[in-house]
């Protein structure tokens, strides 16, 4: 079982939407797979389900709930999600003066006893706790990066924060870099791209996630890319997968 956790904690990169979109192609693919919505703002949760939730990964965190109790089946098939809510935005606070706070989420994957081929993580866009449980937890880690001007803002930070994470985890490894909303009439892509390259030679993945309107309608519908198979985007994340695994 790989465990891949999406984290920057710059908002608005797409770490739901390519966590979301990978989940659902690698179980297109008969992958079996477990989406953890690591995130108070719930997106991947509201995408899947039109219900709010009492017993979510707040409680497995918080009041040792087994991690299997709060998973939910969705409609594509052989992949499920560990479902949150909004009061999971507390966890940071009610944490602190837990022991071995950090170990959290691991425990309850081991508790849990899993038979998934895949487990992703969708984090929050913070340096906190949650990431912290999520970093504990993976083999993998991915980062999202946005085409703006300020996309590279922070970056050093979190890897700096990630590599102090090794202390408690390690086998964790970054797998890469990941270009999204690359805006192709502009040049400000190019840049970035060389900037990452210069700074973490081999760790950008080749296949770049072009802008594309078809993900905002994707949200609004709550959908998944695997219903838009003519699309750009549903090659350019085929792509991105075969890097991924």
Partial sequence: ?????????????????????????????????????????????????????????????????????????????????????????DINLLLSTEIAREMKLKNALTKAKLNYDYVLIDCNPSLDLNMVNALVACDEVIIPIDCSAYSLTGLKNLVDFIEKIKVLNDDLNIKGFVLNNVDRRTHLYVDIKEVIDEIYPGKLFKQEISLNSIFNKMQFRRDSIINYKKNKAYTELKELLDEVR
């Fill in 1 to 89: 079982m790989k465990i891949i956790a999406f984290v920057n904690q710059k908002g608005g990169v797409g770490k739901t939407t390519l966590s979301l979109n990978l989940a659902a192609l690698l179980a297109e693919e008969g992958k079996k797979v477990l989406i953890i919505d690591n995130d108070s703002q719930s997106n991947i949760t509201n995408t899947f389900f039109n219900e709010e939730f009492d017993n979510t990964i707040y409680n497995v965190i918080l009041k040792d709930e087994n991690l299997n109790n709060v998973i939910h089946r969705t409609s594509i098939e052989n992949l499920d999600v560990v479902v949150n809510s909004l009061a999971s935005a």
